[in-house]
């Protein structure tokens, strides 16, 4: 039987050569800075050991940079991880890359920059791992990653390593179609060589990270866009027509710079976060027809009947 309890599992992990936190605030973990404890939190340093703790059986959620999550007051039951060592590294070849599913995004476009090469610009300001990418096909005004992956590589619950080419992954709108609870572990992506080309989309990515510096709260602790953005329109557009700037709930705020960012101006827990999402929402629907619907993530131990959203009324 899986080792579904805290300890039990903290020994399990041990017994793999990892070295786990038992009870780990996941307010440490993420950008909101929001969420219980996990039951137990390890970082798994390679191919060999993520495969062993998928084989163990027990629940697991995988943490990127906790960029796009909100983990519930309650924490996290089994086992949150967080890919490491040898699965943040990235090896550059005439293809392209292959990269760990934990690389951070902003090291790789360095390492990127360093080489001379490009073809990553989709990626410029989104401050996650390239597995995070993959899974939400996270990406901005200069592209989406989804055009650049060639293939994934990726560990199945159970422990199977499965390798799937793009055209498996269905990438649409900050959406990616992965087995359930698979992990990518790698990720092997086309890069752009030519310098003419390599040099422009620099000078598109400097003037885009200008621009979202002038626009978005990056000073407070947020998850980025809530809402993916409706077809022909935008959610902070609607948030901000609707009144909702500066709207309140505990620690939690809906941004005065951008109403599709809500902020934890100190103490925000989850529900806060949840009560201001749920406002938005219905005032939207109310106020314009629109249905928002959300692109962060919900992780956790949530009570019943928050996830998903109920219908907006
Ligand atoms: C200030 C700010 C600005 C942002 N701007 C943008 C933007 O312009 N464009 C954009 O698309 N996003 C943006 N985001 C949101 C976020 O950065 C992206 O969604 C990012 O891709 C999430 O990556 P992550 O590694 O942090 O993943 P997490 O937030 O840790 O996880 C997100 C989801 O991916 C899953 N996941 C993470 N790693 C893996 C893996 N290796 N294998 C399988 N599943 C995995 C998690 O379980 C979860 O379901 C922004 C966020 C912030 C805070």
């Given at each position: 039987m899986a080792p579904t309890v805290g300890p039990a599992l903290a020994r399990a992990l041990v017994d793999l050569g990892l070295s786990p936190?038992?009870?780990?605030?996941?307010?440490?973990?993420?950008?909101?800075?929001?969420?219980?404890?996990?039951?137990?939190?390890?970082?798994?340093?390679?191919?060999?050991?993520?495969?062993?703790?998928?084989?163990l059986g027990a629940p697991v959620t995988v943490v990127g940079n906790g960029s796009n999550l909100l983990v519930a007051d309650q924490g996290i039951r089994g086992v949150a991880l967080r890919l490491a060592g040898s699965l943040r590294d990235a090896r550059l070849d005439p293809q392209g890359a292959r990269v760990g599913g934990g690389m951070m995004n902003s090291v790789l476009l360095a390492r990127l920059q360093r080489a001379g090469r490009g073809g990553l610009a989709s990626l410029a300001g989104v401050p996650g791992t390239v597995g995070g990418a993959v899974r939400m096909n996270a990406g901005t005004a200069l592209g989406e990653v989804g055009a650049v992956v060639r293939e994934v590589t990726v560990v199945l619950p159970g422990g199977a390593v499965a390798v799937l080419p793009a055209e498996a992954l269905g990438f649409a709108y900050r959406h990616a179609t992965l087995p359930p609870g698979a992990?990518?572990?790698?990720?092997?992506?086309?890069?752009?060589?030519?310098?003419?080309?390599?040099?422009?989309?620099?000078?598109?990515?400097?003037?885009?990270?200008?621009?979202?510096?002038?626009?978005?709260?990056?000073?407070?602790?947020?998850?980025?866009?809530?809402?993916?953005?409706?077809?022909?329109?935008?959610?902070?557009?609607?948030?901000?027509?609707?009144?909702?700037?500066?709207?309140?709930?505990?620690?939690?705020?809906?941004?005065?710079?951008?109403?599709?960012?809500?902020?934890?101006?100190?103490?925000?827990?989850?529900?806060?976060?949840?009560?201001?999402?749920?406002?938005?929402?219905?005032?939207?629907?109310?106020?314009?027809?629109?249905?928002?619907?959300?692109?962060?993530?919900?992780?956790?131990?949530?009570?019943?009947?928050?996830?998903?959203?109920?219908?907006?009324?």
């Open positions: 936190l038992v009870d780990e605030p996941m307010s440490r973990h993420g950008f909101w800075r929001i969420g219980g404890p996990a039951d137990v939190w390890v970082e798994v340093p390679d191919l060999a050991s993520l495969r062993a703790v998928m084989a992990v990518v572990a790698e990720v092997a992506l086309t890069l752009q060589d030519d310098p003419e080309a390599v040099a422009r989309e620099q000078a598109e990515i400097d003037h885009h990270l200008a621009r979202r510096k002038a626009t978005q709260p990056l000073d407070q602790p947020s998850c980025g866009s809530v809402f993916r953005n409706p077809q022909g329109d935008a959610a902070g557009r609607l948030i901000e027509a609707a009144g909702l700037k500066g709207a309140s709930r505990g620690g939690a705020r809906i941004s005065d710079k951008h109403a599709n960012f809500i902020v934890n101006t100190g103490g925000a827990t989850a529900m806060d976060t949840w009560a201001l999402v749920r406002l938005a929402r219905d005032t939207v629907w109310r106020r314009f027809g629109v249905r928002l619907e959300p692109e962060v993530h919900a992780v956790g131990d949530w009570p019943d009947g928050c996830w998903p959203l109920p219908e907006p009324t």
